[in-house]
């Protein structure tokens, strides 16, 4: 069974930055692209970024480009997104996602098939 950790959430002010990380277990790491999701109070989780399987190819919204990369280590099974000028906006619980075929697009939660259980992430102004 595929397991996924999220961790690193917190509190920070705007401007600040966190990283994020995810840690996966029971399957083959490498074998996965993973996303990035986001859920704030009342709405709909939202496609932050995602990394593909070889690590070298990665996608973002646009609400986040410039400010946010992903990137893996396959040695340590883990994903991280360095969150840099966070603004209040970015507000959520941050879920990672794991997929081994990408069919409809990155950005469509339907793709993947692992979730984590969230990690929460405050930004005050």
């Known amino acids: 069974q595929v397991q996924l950790v999220e961790s690193g959430g917190g509190l920070v002010q705007a401007g600040g930055s966190l990283r994020l990380s995810c840690a996966v277990s029971?399957?083959?790491?490498?074998?996965?692209?993973m996303g990035w999701f986001r859920q704030a109070p009342g709405k709909e989780r939202e496609f932050v970024g995602a990394?593909?399987?070889?690590?070298?190819?990665?996608d973002y919204d646009d609400s986040v480009k410039g400010r946010f990369t992903i990137s893996r280590d396959n040695t340590k099974n883990t994903v991280y997104p360095q969150m840099n000028g966070l603004k209040a906006e970015d507000t959520a619980i941050y879920y990672c996602?794991?997929?081994?075929?990408?069919?409809?697009?990155?950005?469509?939660?339907?793709?993947?098939?692992?979730w984590g259980q969230g990690t929460q992430v405050t930004v005050t102004p």
């Open positions: 996602a794991a997929a081994l075929l990408i069919r409809r697009g990155v950005s469509d939660r339907n793709d993947y098939s692992y």
């Open positions: 029971g399957g083959t790491f490498s074998m996965y692209h």
């Open positions: 990394t593909r399987r070889n690590g070298a190819d990665t």
